[in-house]
């Protein structure tokens, strides 16, 4: 049933309605929509202020003197219309004189009257006017009737805009009007880049708000909800979710606003009163922003944040506009601003386009940082409201190194900016002098350090770098960037490549870790719901669960290996028996092979990743099986401290130069020697200067590093005498210091090591 409300505001639609689609000029049109409000309203006055060059200016109005019109002029933040702009809030006063912001312009006549209520005019989130009626006697307005006047709002902005009568980069009352401004975050993928802002889910923009046929836009609506709910549902099942923590909290509070009745009928109401769809879903998610913008608690904001996203969502259902910045023209210099991304949906973007990433949560460990540090595009995360403080096609200058963004910077900070590129970039010119160089330390010791590749173009970066083999190959990747399960074949040619472009560096495959945060669509049918899938149904688990998957790979691999040395690596091994039942699959693949009298490779090496610490326990029954075995430690640390690697508030809490890493390190590497089994590391820790540098003292001789730290980790290897650091940390590790990192980096300055 209508309320009076949806009566009151349908009247005046209908009205304007009329006006809007009359051949008469935009000035006119202006001047009879007052006249239509002031008249539903039983108003005295009603009038319309439009930001123009940055001000406020009286465009249209009924009830004041007609000689203000173009005359009188506010600033934002100046009187009643320039306050409710800039915050993009809403006056209701029954004495206007009283507010400590009112401001009096006499050409107005405006004495005459006591009551105001004022609404903003927003495009775009964005206030580009005012909207406000007045009457000679004091009172306060209802909520229906300014609900009433926001409604009108909001319709009076599309015509407002297809006129251009407002100024197209208006920035009233939002955070981004302050001008040039800096964010910090957490640092995620080093590097530096500048760019213009893109949505990853751009926001929908309204073009069309008063609706033709009612009862057409609620079933629209109706709809909608039903198809949010069936994705809200999906998520809070689908494996990737399934962790415990803030992201389950989150998809819990997304779910109870998905099924909350109260936000339907708001937005029914809103239908009612004459909006379209998309209008109406809009208007209640403008009202609830402004109520938004009075809450002082924390939490409370970020529960509206969530409720806002969602309202993004069902806009995007109504709308049809479901795609994600992947599937548009991408600038050619995209910085892309995300809640968060998955390493698939990063997968899906242009590299040669997309320059940096900005997050508002993140964490350094989570899949898809590895993704974004792979792809050489620099990252940070954990930069709060980043969607409301940085506008889609905003300048943005990015250091990943410092953590931190310039968004709208001024010609000061970009010369700054320029400055301190040019010197990065001198650096980097300096490490790729290492190119040609050897790992050998001060005191002779030759050492590896190899690259972690993923996909085809990948490899390139050996002749770039001067690297001595990919240490870790992510077989993943493929299926990450795939719509489908990958065939046999195309893993076969992905394999056959990458060993081709390779020459006669080795490749270390291993062989698929999926699940966890690298779910992906195709096999989630299969998938349970659980509670922390980092420790759940993947990598190896899953390989051997779905054995099918597994052969395919192993004989793609052989094939491809075919008269060379292969190496193949098994993640997440938690005990020998895993590893004993992965390497007969292969070795039954072989024979398979044999017996078809296929070319084989000459010999198989076969390795494990030490990622489950229980692992460690058993190493005695391991290492004589292993040619090799690799420390993830990234996988590692979460597991030992009990921190899930993507939990944000856990992004920063532990270290990896803590004495219990370090300490568990160095028994693994003493065990592995023990049985001459060679022992690397190809976690992201292997790819920072000073914890490499503590890494090689605990007695590591293998990096598999991302391509942008081999020039650094060289020059620290040249520059440290490993004796002595091997002398250092036994030292350290007998009797832990308070803070290991300074201990470790005073000692790295005092004798001479680079540590970038």
């Known amino acids: 049933m209508p309320t009076a409300s949806s009566a009151s505001s349908r009247e005046i639609l209908t009205g304007l309605h009329d006006v809007m689609a009359s051949k008469l000029g935009a000035q006119a049109k202006l001047n009879k929509v007052v006249n239509i409000i002031a008249d539903a309203m039983a108003s005295e006055v009603c009038s319309i202020y439009l930001l123009r060059d940055g001000v406020l200016e009286l465009f249209a109005t009924f009830g004041l003197n007609q000689g203000a019109v173009h005359v009188t002029r506010l600033a934002l933040g100046e009187g009643l219309v320039g306050t409710i702009a800039r915050q993009i809030s809403v006056l209701n006063l029954d004495e206007a004189a009283a507010h400590p912001e009112f401001a009096y312009r006499p050409e107005t006549g405006e004495e005459l009257f006591h009551s105001f209520a004022g609404v903003p005019i927003i495009r775009k989130e964005r206030a580009i006017g005012v909207l406000a009626v007045?009457?000679?006697?004091?009172?306060?307005?209802?909520?229906?009737?300014?609900?009433?006047?926001?409604?009108?709002?909001m319709v009076l902005s599309e015509l407002i805009a297809n006129a251009g009568l407002a100024d197209r980069a208006a920035t009233a009352g939002d955070p981004r009007d302050a001008g040039s401004a800096r964010l910090t975050g957490q640092k995620l993928v080093l590097g530096m880049a500048e760019g213009h802002a893109v949505y990853h889910q751009p926001r929908v923009l309204i073009e069309h708000t008063v609706a033709e046929d009612v009862e057409a836009e609620r079933h629209r609506v109706y709809s909608a909800f039903r198809k949010m709910r069936e994705q809200i549902d999906a998520m809070t099942s689908a494996p990737e979710f399934g962790t415990a923590g803030e992201h389950q909290d989150v998809l819990e509070t997304y779910k109870m606003f998905a099924y909350d009745e109260g936000w339907s009928r708001r937005i029914n109401e809103a239908i009612d009163s004459g909006l379209t769809a998309e209008a109406a879903i809009e208007r209640v998610r403008q009202r609830m922003a402004q109520r938004m913008r009075q809450i002082d608690d924390p939490l409370l904001q970020d529960r509206m944040h969530d409720l806002d996203d969602l309202s993004n969502r069902l806009l995007r259902i109504v709308s049809g506009q479901l795609g994600t910045?992947?599937?548009?023209?991408?600038?050619?210099?995209?910085?892309?601003?995300?809640?968060?991304?998955?390493?698939?949906?990063?997968?899906?973007?242009d590299r040669r386009k997309l320059k940096g990433v900005i997050l508002e949560e993140g964490s350094l460990t989570a899949h898809v940082t590895i993704v974004a540090r792979a792809m050489g595009v620099p990252m940070i995360g954990r930069v709060r409201e980043v969607r409301q403080l940085i506008g889609e096609g905003d300048h943005v200058l990015l250091d990943g190194g410092e953590g931190s963004a310039f968004v709208r910077p001024t010609a000061a900070v970009e010369e700054a900016f320029e400055a301190k590129l040019a010197t990065t970039q001198k650096q980097?010119?300096?490490?790729?002098?290492?190119?040609?160089?050897?790992?050998?330390?001060?005191?002779?010791?030759?050492?590896?350090?190899?690259?972690?590749?993923?996909?085809?173009?990948?490899?390139?970066?050996?002749?770039?770098?001067?690297?001595?083999?990919?240490?870790?190959?992510?077989?993943?990747?493929?299926?990450?960037?795939?719509?489908?399960?990958?065939?046999?074949?195309?893993?076969?040619?992905?394999?056959k490549a990458v060993l081709d472009a390779a020459g006669h560096k080795l490749v270390v495959f291993r062989t698929l870790d999926i699940g966890g945060d690298k779910a992906l669509p195709y096999l989630r049918a299969q998938a349970h719901e659980e509670e922390n899938p980092a420790m759940g149904w993947r990598a190896l688990r899953l390989s051997l669960d779905r054995s099918a998957l597994m052969k395919a790979q192993a004989r793609a691999l052989l094939e491809a290996g075919g008269g060379r040395e292969l190496y193949i690596m098994f993640p997440m091994v938690s005990e020998p028996w895993e590893f004993e039942e992965a390497k007969a699959?292969?070795?039954?693949?072989?024979?398979?092979?044999?017996?078809?009298?296929?070319?084989?490779?000459?010999?198989?090496?076969?390795?494990?990743?030490?990622?489950?610490?229980?692992?460690?326990?058993?190493?005695?029954?391991?290492?004589?099986?292993?040619?090799?075995?690799?420390?993830?430690?990234?996988?590692?640390?979460?597991?030992?401290?009990?921190?899930?690697?993507?939990?944000?508030?856990?992004?920063?809490?532990y270290d990896w130069l803590s004495p219990a890493i370090l300490r568990f390190l160095a028994r693994v590497v003493k065990q592995a020697r023990e049985y001459k089994v060679p022992v690397a590391v190809c976690g992201e820790m292997g790819g920072r200067t000073l914890e490499a540098m503590a890494l090689i003292g605990l007695g590591i001789r293998r990096l598999s590093i991302t391509p942008a730290a081999v020039g650094p980790i060289k020059a620290m290897i040249r520059s440290l005498d490993r004796g002595a650091a091997m002398t250092l940390l036994d030292k350290l590790l007998a009797k832990p210091p308070p803070d290991m990192r300074a201990a470790l980096a005073d000692w790295a300055e005092a004798h001479g090591v680079r540590i970038a």
Do not use: C
Request: charged fraction near 25%.
């Open 428 to 495: 980097r010119e300096e490490f790729a002098a290492y190119k040609s160089l050897e790992s050998v330390t001060k005191d002779g010791e030759r050492l590896t350090v190899a690259i972690n590749a993923g996909l085809r173009d990948d490899v390139e970066a050996l002749e770039q770098t001067g690297a001595d083999a990919i240490g870790l190959f992510r077989t993943e990747f493929q299926f990450l960037v795939s719509a489908t399960l990958p065939r046999r074949e195309a893993q076969l040619r992905l394999y």
């Open 134 to 153: 007045q009457h000679a006697d004091p009172r306060g307005y209802d909520e229906l009737e300014i609900e009433a006047l926001q409604t009108v709002a």
């Open 585 to 653: 699959l292969v070795e039954e693949q072989r024979s398979w092979l044999t017996e078809r009298r296929k070319p084989l490779p000459l010999r198989i090496h076969y390795g494990a990743m030490l990622e489950v610490p229980a692992l460690a326990e058993t190493l005695d029954q391991l290492l004589p099986q292993l040619d090799f075995l690799s420390i993830g430690t990234n996988d590692l640390t979460q597991f030992l401290f009990a921190a899930d690697r993507s939990h944000p508030r856990l992004a920063e809490r």
């Open 325 to 349: 910045a992947a599937q548009m023209a991408l600038p050619s210099d995209t910085i892309l601003i995300a809640r968060n991304l998955g390493p698939a949906e990063l997968l899906e973007y």
